[in-house]
């Protein structure tokens, strides 16, 4: 395992996730509108990682403007936290990271340069801070797995949607460096591919077993019984539903037809239980991205339009538990505890 | 409309599927072998096309065989329908019209030269015989069509599965003929995306309103209201569900729980009812077509592997109707007319 994103020297440093599996390249920014092009065309994806980028990428915008006035300091600022908020708007964690800053700007907003210092301490924490979550959620989540399980993962929530280790892929390493064998089935994930490229590639690259399907063939699979748990990781859990990469909704009705657990791994981080599914607006991106598989492979034909959403709503009655760093939840438990 | 394949002058002649939608190219063969290996790499696939194919390959070894003698000659021919049985073996029309030119060479086994040029002719007569199927079919599917609708189809069971028309499209078409207006969201249909370059080709082609969605948007495209109906193909209709590509039973569980109807294009010659869905054999494909994407683009690290089952089992219980050149059948109703 790579830290997926890091703090060096006042830059911010992070694997390019759009030319995985092929390369394995890191990108070093200076400037936060490179860190906010970064989250939007995705070299850095994940909930949990974007949420660090966020921070990271406010930590850099203090820096430029620490000498500013005051005022000019804190209207700066504010343009930078609407950038950041505007890049993926699904994210929980983006909005998140972003008011976690926001409460140390609003602490010492006469002193630009010393909550600078700050802000700077406070993203590297919360790069810390997301490695122990993912170790926590592991544990909680190890419990579930069985020695021989198969789980069945959706897009990736492994250690490259983290700053390391991974939300739902925490359980299945947690459960391996116990003695347990465990292997992975991974959804391709299209239209972007996470499954395929980043979740086969981390898996492979700590030598944990991993098979990839294409997104058509989970229902098959769990049919023919060679799924045990399904795990997929979250961008939003609100008061009734898990907002996850789009398709994880029909993994979830495959999975509740075949009798088999439903796991969504959720840092508390992205629980958002004020809100309901009315509230939340689904992403949808351009429609390139469906038509012209990792912008090399044209698969429409010409002035054929497609459909991108990035998100799927997932309802709670779908969901056996929800894993965070404190335990394992049903949504009626979740509710309880968190809300 | 172009026929997806033909029989002039003792060729067969078919679109190259596997180069659309961006090259319109036309093979054609003398050689039942080739006929044969088109089937099995896909330049033509659909069930009911694949019938005919299967059949038009059986004329042209009659052709290349009728001077041998008679033992010899029905030797050869028993090795040429094992061939073609061989090629796909999860579609039900190829040993549906394997079996219908096997009745011809049984009736008249001792003069191989006349009963080859009543194969041949037999052969030509099923292509028809499909177009008229499909019109059927469409008149049938048409009536459950409003104006306005939506129509989700999975695959590409259009006018390039058949001879021409298709049947999950042909209602479609034949609502649109009746003056209704219909628009079409294709799933890209992924290992080999027969709905983003098929199904939207011939649409586009025939300006019928298409738009693309990666199969893993179907879910969340029904929860937001955007379909009214669900009609796919089949290649093979058991007493206990319905066959389809891989990806097939996904997208019914997302229309059962949206209460949107899932309907199913049938032609008799897919009714396989003496089965069930113990006896069927799922078709297993190469790993490469999920890891390479048509074979030009790699998107799974090398030597990570992957499952690539082509079919679907979709259980009768998820079935909102069947619709035959006879008629609209819920599935008991189809067991009662056909068992």
Redesign the interface.
Known sequence: MIPSIEWINNKVKMIDQTVL??DLKFLEFEDYRDVATSIKVMNIRGAPAIGVAAAMGMALATIEYKELPKEKFLEKMEEVANLIRSTRPTASNLFWAVDRIWDIISKYPDDPPMLSALVVEEAQLMAQQDINVNKSIGKNGAALLEDGDTVLTHCNAGSLATVQYGTALAPIRAAIEEGKEIQV?AD????R?QG??LT??EL?YDKIP????????????M??GKINKVIVGTDRVTSDAVFN???T??VA??AK?NDIPFYVAAPTSTLSLHETVKDVT?EQRDSSE??N??G??????N???????A???TPFRLVTGIITEDGVYTPEELLKKYK
């Open positions: 599996p092929h089935i391709e994930t299209r239209p591919l395929a490229r086969a590639y492979q991993v098979k990839v399907i294409s997104d058509t063939s989970s229902g098959l699979i049919r023919l990469k789009i398709g909704y029909l009705l495959a037809d689904i469906v038509s598989i990792l090399k492979l044209q698969i429409v034909p002035g054929v339009e497609c459909l991108n959403y998100f799927d709503i």
